[in-house]
């Protein structure tokens, strides 16, 4: 095995602007672990978006390799759980943070990051689903635990276009919910309808500030990835008991609120994160993903692209343009 290869850096120019360039790399310049990977695939991320653009949140020095997800083999190992050859996730905890990331083709990462392959899903197939499918996993999977079922109404799901809406839309409607999708494109319709959502909104009705602080009773329960005001306005709109499964901040992170709907409609906020799941949990929920709760039409909501239109893509994440999962072959 030559011990080149080639990976797309993220740099910041004198005048403060950022770009990604390819450029060529040795494995010995990648961090210490104990696994070597070889990608072949990533799925592109919001995260991943902000990383590219210079958000010191997420990636404090520069140059930077991104790419919070990868799907691949084992070209080393020191782990003995881990051998030559094995087909693995590897996906959040640090990597393509302050980690060097999948946007290239070989990482190398600590043993306690790395899932085996589930049997019933491809390595493209999990990066399509990727950190997108496994958070909208995550806010069914507690949705469920805190009492919604199926029949009990409908389920709303905001920035239904973007990853985690699109899995969300699509896991949510295999396992019987209505599902309402919230989104701002009307391109989106068609696709959101064949992935099983039952009523499509306009975003703009949930984005008004309202100053009451309850309204109309409507959802059983709620994925949100948009936060700020749509936020709030879900929780008011929360039928009693219900839960929203709160997991992102596409509008602001920042949402106004009142304890009204908790202590008068006895609401639910729940908190998602994917990145620090701890890796058993990783692990039970992508074999979860691999059988009963694999979505379908996973070809469908995906756009393959190469190395050289990592830019192009990255932007249309941050401009809230995207529509599905844009799967990066490597
Ligand atoms: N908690 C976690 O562990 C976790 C994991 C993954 C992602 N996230 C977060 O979840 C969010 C979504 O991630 P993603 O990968 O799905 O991103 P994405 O693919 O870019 O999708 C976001 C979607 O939100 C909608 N949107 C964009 N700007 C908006 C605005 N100003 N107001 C309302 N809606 C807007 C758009 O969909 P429509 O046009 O359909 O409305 C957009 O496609 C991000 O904030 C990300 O950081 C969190």
């Known amino acids: 095995m030559s011990n080149g290869f080639q990976a797309w850096e993220v740099f910041e120019s004198e005048s403060g602007k950022f770009s990604g360039r390819i450029v060529s790399r040795e494995v010995d310049q990648l961090p210490p672990g104990e696994v070597l990977v070889q990608v072949r695939y ?7 978006a902000l990383s590219a653009s210079g958000n010191r949140g997420v990636t404090r020095e520069y140059p930077h390799t991104p790419g919070v997800d990868a799907a691949g083999v084992v070209a080393a190992s020191d782990a003995d759980h881990l051998t030559v050859g094995q087909e693995v996730i590897v996906s959040g905890y640090d990597l393509g943070m302050n980690t060097a990331g999948a946007f290239a083709e070989m990482i190398r990462v600590p043993a306690k990051w790395v899932i085996p392959l589930p049997q019933g899903v491809s390595a493209r197939e999990s990066m399509i689903i990727g950190t997108a499918g496994f958070t909208a996993a995550q806010c069914v999977e507690k949705l469920i635990h805190n009492g919604l079922e199926a029949g009990d ?30 989104t701002g494109k009307a391109a989106s319709h068609e696709l959101l309808q064949a992935l099983g959502a039952a009523e499509i909104i306009d975003r703009g009705v949930l984005s008004e500030a309202n100053p009451r602080p309850m ?14 005001v749509t936020l709030s306005n879900v929780i008011k709109s929360l039928r009693y008991q219900a839960s929203v499964a709160c997991c992102g901040l596409v509008e602001s992170p920042e949402f106004p609120a009142t304890v009204f709907p908790f202590i008068l409609r006895a609401a639910n906020l729940l908190g998602i994160d994917s990145a620090e799941a701890p890796l058993a949990k990783k692990i039970a929920l992508w074999q979860r993903l691999a059988a ?22 990255l932007d249309k994440i941050l401009r809230g343009k995207a529509l599905g999962r844009f799967l990066l072959r490597l």
């Open 292 to 313: 009963d709760w694999k979505p379908d039409g996973l070809e469908r909501i995906a756009t393959e692209i190469s190395l050289d239109q990592l830019a192009d893509s």
């Open 215 to 228: 309204q109309k009773q409507q959802w059983a329960g709620a994925v949100d990835v948009v936060g700020g």
């Open 42 to 48: 990533s799925g592109l991320n919001f995260k991943d």
């Open 153 to 182: 109404g409908p389920v709303l799901v905001t920035g239904a276009s973007g990853g985690v809406g699109i899995m969300a839309v699509a896991l949510l409607a295999k396992l019987g919910f209505a599902v309402t999708a919230s």
